[in-house]
């Protein structure tokens, strides 16, 4: 994947890549819409009780040692990128449906980080703050 300007404001060699790992993708959730929204998650608490708000049953559990996991509703992320406070994330539609990903802590060098999720035409389609201590 090339790096849009639009984006990315540095150099590829100033950005760390995560590599998302998909831990659940399911297309056909719901009724397919154009809403997108984005979680990020420290604990198993928070994340359980999403999953309880959004009526989702995932089979294992879900470890967080050394991780952080993405909620996103409507998109699939499929990569990831790091720089100072910021974090991008890019990725396709998946009208209807969501996908868990987690992604590496280990690489966060500051306290609070801004995940945001841009569409392939740069557009920002949704953004969450957390700090992690």
């Not at 819409?33 to 294992?60: H, I, Y």
């Amino acid at each position: 994947m090339s790096f849009d300007r639009r984006i990315f404001k540095y150099p590829a060699v100033e950005y760390i890549p995560l590599y998302p790992l998909t831990m659940f993708l399911e297309p056909n959730w719901g009724p397919p819409d154009q809403s997108v929204s984005l979680q990020v998650f420290k604990d198993n608490n928070s994340f359980a009780a999403e999953l309880k708000r959004l009526n989702l049953v995932l089979a294992p559990t879900v470890d967080f040692s050394h991780k952080l996991i993405l909620l996103t509703l409507g998109y699939e992320i499929t990569s990831a990128y790091y720089r100072a406070y910021t974090t991008i994330l890019q990725g396709m539609p998946l009208p209807g449906g969501y996908h868990v990903a987690a992604v590496p802590c280990g690489y966060f060098y500051k306290d609070r980080i801004h995940f945001v999720l841009y569409s392939d035409k740069a557009a920002k389609l949704a953004w969450v703050n957390i700090r992690l201590q």
